[in-house]
């Protein structure tokens, strides 16, 4: 008896060692997209990892001349770009795989491919790089959250956020205009934005960043182009006589993104326009603008009222934008 134990367990102990040592047996690929200067494939495989049998997977892989030098790993092939996974379970065939993700990756043009996962992904050179807009940062006042693990920040250091954005919460990217290289917008729709019907989104500097209105909040409406307009000069002496979009652009760190009200809110005894900001170190402010609108909701006066700066969980005032300025471009 005890023989036939340690043979039971010698051969369970094999076949654990051989499906380590091959946890991804690639099955088959196929090409759904084959343009002039890139193109894209599904590559599946059957994953067999011990305890945990997940069995068909699939990747999106793109290749170019900007993706030569791309190395190979696990499920990336050498010259080739990994782009995001395909729920392949059961599949039959590559094709069928791919048939899956076809809505997920549009191409606009010889060089430009959108990816939209729950994360919004743009190439303007044929998958040599990607830039993103990610909901995982928007401002908390904005989510719906959903039920996490209680291993999830703030209770344990876990990152949770993208289960705001799974399953039916995952974001729809509509919308979508190219005007140039490195110009984009679109509209963003989830069950997890809170407070608004949607956002309209977009970025003219290849993601440096992103600016985002909220459109159908409750409140008296404000137009976030014409905040945006707001020339500096208006708002602060001394200042330049650029744009208020203009002076966060040239201020902020790369990979920031700028939430714009449409509806004002009280800050002392005035009306304010609320312009929430953050990078992706996690450091984040707010200004609020004091506004006089006439009877149609246009701005007709505008000066900086006040704000606040929180730099990781430092919080410090916002005395002046000059002074916001010269702190921004120094942590650069």
Same mark, same amino acid.
């Given at each position: 008896?005890?023989?036939?134990?340690?043979?039971?367990?010698?051969?369970?102990?094999? !076949?654990?060692?051989?499906?380590?040592?091959?946890? *991804?047996?690639?099955?088959? @690929?196929?090409?759904?997209?084959?343009?002039?200067?890139?193109?894209?494939?599904?590559?599946?495989?059957?994953?067999?990892?011990?305890?945990? +049998?997940?069995?068909?997977?699939?990747?999106?892989?793109?290749?170019?001349? $900007?993706?030569?030098?791309?190395?190979?790993?696990?499920? +990336?092939?050498?010259?080739?770009?990994?782009?995001?996974?395909?729920?392949?379970?059961?599949?039959?065939?590559?094709?069928?795989?791919?048939?899956?993700?076809?809505?997920?990756?549009?191409?606009?043009?010889?060089?430009?491919?959108?990816?939209?996962?729950?994360?919004?992904?743009?190439?303007?050179?044929?998958?040599?790089?990607?830039?993103? #807009?990610?909901?995982?940062?928007?401002?908390?006042?904005?989510?719906?959250?959903?039920?996490?693990?209680?291993?999830?920040?703030? $209770?344990?250091?876990?990152?949770?956020?993208?289960?705001?954005?799974?399953?039916?919460?995952?974001?729809?990217?509509?919308?979508?205009?190219?005007?140039?290289?490195?110009?984009?917008?679109?509209?963003? *729709?989830?069950?997890?934005?809170?407070?608004?019907? %949607?956002?309209?989104? +977009?970025?003219?500097?290849?993601?440096?960043?992103?600016?985002?209105?909220?459109?159908?909040?409750?409140?008296?409406?404000?137009?976030?182009?014409?905040?945006?307009?707001?020339?500096?000069?208006?708002?602060?002496?001394?200042? /330049?006589?650029?744009?208020?979009?203009? #002076?966060?652009? %040239?201020?902020?760190?790369?990979?920031?993104?700028?939430?714009?009200?449409?509806?004002?809110? !009280?800050?002392?005894?005035?009306?304010?326009?609320?312009?929430?900001? *953050?990078?992706? @170190?996690?450091?984040?402010?707010?200004?609020?603008? !004091?506004?006089?609108?006439?009877? @149609?909701?246009?701005?007709?006066?505008?000066?900086?009222?006040?704000?606040?700066?929180?730099?990781?969980?430092?919080?410090?005032?916002?005395? %002046?934008?000059?002074?916001?300025?010269?702190?921004?471009?120094?942590? /650069?």
């Amino acid at each position: 008896m005890k023989e036939i134990a340690h043979l039971v367990y010698i051969l369970t102990l094999c !076949a654990l060692l051989a499906a380590c040592g091959n946890p *991804n047996r690639r099955l088959d @690929e196929y090409v759904f997209y084959d343009g002039p200067k890139f193109k894209l494939k599904v590559v599946r495989y059957y994953r067999n990892i011990p305890f945990k +049998q997940l069995g068909e997977h699939a990747v999106v892989m793109c290749q170019s001349e $900007n993706t030569t030098n791309a190395p190979p790993h696990e499920q +990336q092939d050498a010259g080739w770009r990994m782009l995001g996974t395909v729920d392949a379970l059961d599949s039959k065939r590559a094709k069928d795989a791919a048939l899956r993700v076809k809505d997920a990756y549009k191409v606009f043009d010889d060089h430009t491919l959108i990816a939209k996962t729950n994360i919004f992904n743009i190439s303007f050179d044929a998958c040599g790089h990607f830039i993103n #807009w990610d909901p995982g940062r928007l401002p908390q006042d904005l989510i719906n959250p959903a039920e996490k693990p209680d291993a999830c920040a703030p $209770n344990d250091p876990a990152d949770c956020r993208y289960y705001d954005f799974e399953g039916d919460r995952a974001p729809r990217y509509e919308q979508i205009h190219v005007t140039g290289k490195g110009q984009v917008s679109f509209t963003a *729709n989830s069950p997890t934005f809170k407070g608004v019907e %949607s956002l309209r989104v +977009q970025t003219s500097n290849n993601g440096a960043v992103w600016h985002v209105d909220t459109v159908g909040s409750d409140g008296q409406r404000l137009d976030p182009d014409t905040i945006r307009s707001l020339p500096m000069s208006l708002l602060e002496k001394g200042m /330049d006589a650029i744009s208020l979009e203009d #002076w966060l652009e %040239s201020v902020l760190p790369p990979r920031s993104m700028v939430i714009w009200p449409d509806a004002p809110v !009280a800050c002392g005894n005035r009306r304010c326009a609320e312009i929430r900001f *953050n990078d992706s @170190e996690g450091n984040s402010g707010t200004l609020y603008i !004091a506004i006089n609108t006439d009877s @149609e909701n246009r701005p007709v006066g505008a000066s900086f009222h006040s704000g606040i700066y929180n730099l990781g969980e430092i919080s410090r005032p916002v005395e %002046s934008l000059i002074g916001l300025g010269k702190h921004l471009t120094s942590s /650069d």
